[in-house]
């Protein structure tokens, strides 16, 4: 059944119906639409627009069709041009004329702009659960690896020893932002367009705060052109989400480095991994590998959107049907990564020692040798020049700086005396760093309770 076959007198060619369409995926708000429809004729009664016979037999109706999709014993189907036409048509085939008044004050205009809003909303409060999730692991890793040392890098180079926790906490602070972001598109989309009509309103006297209010809205929206054709929230939930893909993405770039051969600072679970076809010896890191691999793909959705937006004049145009498979694919493809990344790195091997000596062998303690002159007088740009002058020294014997003799130290500035070793050991140089934020022990167990209350209270 269509619901605007009134004015035409030739049937819709059958390329343009398909071509229209968007049953096929605008079905996955099926409950959010018979949610929004109920409170909308709720109001309509409270209106006396509707009588409460009529409102009882629509809900009743609505709702029996929402258990029937539930248990399969309904099924959406695709002649219908979208879940709106499907919702309303088969209320009418169930109820009769009373059905025919569900869409009195109202337009699928507003109607579907309240639907993909209830969606989403729903959608970010899922969102946010999984990076709770994952959060908490990254909280217990921190928690267990206080002292793991590690090399701290920049430009992929070994810069300072830090230590795991520290490490695991930057991304701890990515996903907490992440997760305020989702809290703030939340507070600001959630206004209800429901009552906004085609663009300009109607002439019943609708009552949106009401309506608002059942749904759980903070109150209507402002305007009723502006309501229907705002897609600001999903430009914004896309971002949202493309930055925790590309934090996720990041984290996953480490991770396929540290299982490599050549690093072997973690072991990726054997049910987190594959195996090759042919060369029988691989363990191939292919669950980080996609969750990279997909970030492209949620980029791709919010450049769509942006563009799809930028020369839509006011009010409604059909352009905008074109936010649902994107939004879709963009939600659901995070949640997928968020929930397998999470597993991933809960029974991840951190392989501590090996850590520990690759801080060791890189010279991520000359910054200290540097300091300890310093705080023995030796002004830092000499003191640089005379590390450096060392490291050189390590490099043509292929030690460490903790492994030359004090006779070595000592022929190149007589500063340097026994408690060099002390001053260079990796525990020092880690634990002396106790600012806010750095990775030593102090620090870090300051941080730890702080991100542990906040897990507690969010
Ligand atoms: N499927 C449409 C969409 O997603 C619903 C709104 C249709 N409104 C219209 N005037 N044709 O945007």
């Not at 006396?48 to 016979?53: F, H, V």
């Not at 090759?276 to 191939?284: A, E, H, R, V």
């Not at 691999?293 to 409604?316: E, W």
């Amino acid at each position: 059944m269509k619901l605007w076959g009134g004015r035409f007198t030739k049937e819709t060619n059958q390329l343009v119906h398909n071509f229209n369409a968007s049953i096929s995926y605008d079905q996955k708000f099926y409950k959010q639409d018979i949610l929004g429809s109920i409170a909308h004729v709720t109001m309509l009664e409270k209106q006396n627009i509707l009588t409460e016979e009529e409102r009882d037999a629509i809900v009743d109706g609505l709702q029996n069709i929402l258990q029937d999709i539930e248990n399969g014993i309904l099924s959406i189907t695709p002649e219908h041009e979208d879940i709106h036409s499907f919702v309303e048509a088969t209320l009418i085939e169930r109820i009769g004329d009373a059905g025919k008044k569900l869409h009195t004050g109202r337009s699928r205009n507003d109607q579907v702009a309240l639907d993909m809003k209830l969606y989403t909303r729903d959608e970010i409060v899922a969102l946010n659960d999984l990076l709770k999730d994952l959060l908490s692991v990254i909280h217990r890793l921190m928690s267990e690896h206080i002292e793991t040392f590690m090399p701290g890098f920049t430009h992929l180079q070994k810069a300072q020893p830090v230590t795991l926790a520290h490490h695991l906490g930057a991304y701890f602070e990515m996903f907490r932002r992440d997760r305020s972001r989702l809290r703030d598109i939340y507070d600001r989309m959630n206004y209800c367009p429901l009552g906004a009509g085609a663009l300009a309103g109607t002439t019943y006297p609708l009552d949106r705060e009401y309506s608002a209010s059942l749904l759980k809205f903070d109150g209507p929206t402002w305007n009723s052109m502006d309501s229907v054709s705002d897609r600001d929230y999903l430009i914004e939930l896309l971002s949202a989400l493309s930055t925790i893909m590309m934090h996720m993405s990041r984290f996953c770039e480490e991770i396929i480095l540290w299982n490599s051969n050549e690093y072997r600072f973690v072991e990726i679970d054997d049910s987190y991994s594959t195996g090759s076809s042919i060369m029988p010896q691989k363990k191939n890191p292919d669950i980080a590998e996609l969750v990279r691999g997909k970030t492209g793909r949620v980029y791709g959705a919010l450049i769509s959107l942006l563009t799809t937006m930028k020369g839509i004049p006011l009010a409604y145009n059909k352009d905008m049907q074109e936010d649902k498979e994107l939004t879709f694919d963009a939600i659901d493809t995070v949640k997928g990564c968020l929930a397998l990344f999470t597993g991933m790195i809960d029974t991840m091997k951190f392989n501590e020692t090996v850590m520990a000596a690759s801080a060791k062998r890189g010279f991520t303690n000359a910054t200290d040798a540097a300091d300890y002159l310093v705080n023995h007088g030796v002004p830092f740009r000499d003191a640089h020049g005379i590390i450096g002058q060392l490291v050189l020294l390590c490099i043509d014997k292929n030690i460490s700086l903790d492994e030359l003799s004090l006779e070595e130290y000592k022929k190149i500035s007589p500063v340097f005396n026994e408690d060099i070793y002390e001053a260079i050991s990796m525990k020092t140089c880690v634990e002396k760093r106790n600012t806010i934020g750095a990775p030593g022990k102090d620090a870090m167990t300051q941080i730890i309770a702080i991100n542990e209350k906040y897990l507690q209270e969010s």
